[in-house]
């Protein structure tokens, strides 16, 4: 699943490039387990680096490219937590609400995107040895689809994913969860194993790919339209014709 797989791509970046005690300090696993589909495999601290050092001997990488793709990870991990505090960021949040300043706290934050889009960029040219010819095809397909998923959400310094919090966009996710996770199950549970993880996935973008992240996004709107507020709909409606344009899937039209 192309969702699933970058979640997965995304996961494994940032924890394979340290060390496992590293990972069990700065990173609540079992918080992460929560936040996931119950079926969905998340593999142990020592799988990642095992898959990840697989990978890169499967691809014929040099003999010192796994050890660069782990430090790069580490560093890449390192920028996200720099220019983040998630606990901060919620309790920012938080106190704009009452006060209509959501604006101010994602202008704040949108700002810095410009740090993160190189931290990825540095990131991805690391890990470039360990992928197969399709892949590198795919990550260069997903550093724009990152950076249009970046500007979408800071369009005029954030003044969407703010109007999206204002019009209880995070409410109606919660509501509407389990529908959510199940159009994530019909759409894409054939690419992901029913057990655990044994190998980092192929992370390739195909019409197949195209056809079922379309029906993604009509499932999830569909869902998110039985909310009492429009705007969330609407807004990752958008956001899913947004990212769309900047990707291999450009062609294939959503709705």
Known sequence: MLGVKVSCLLLLAMIAGTTVADVSNAIDVDAIRERLPANLPLPSMEEVERMLRDKCNTAGAPADAYDNAKDAAKTFFECGQSLIDIGQFQQEVEAAKPTGDLDTVFNKY??????????????????????????KVFKTSGLDIFKNLLNFVCHKDGDQIALFIAEKGPECFQEQKNDLIACVNETFSGYVPETSL???PRLVIGPKQCEDFTK???CMVR???QCDESTPANLVESLFRYVRKG?????????
């Open 216 to 218: 993604l996004q009509n």
């Open 110 to 135: 949108c700002r810095k995107r410009s740090t993160l889009i190189e931290c990825v960029n540095t990131f991805a040219n690391a890990v470039d040895p360990c992928l197969e010819a399709e892949e």
């Open 247 to 255: 990707s291999p899937c450009a062609n294939n039209a959503g709705r």
């Open 223 to 225: 869902e998110l339209e």
């Open 198 to 200: 044994t190998t980092i």
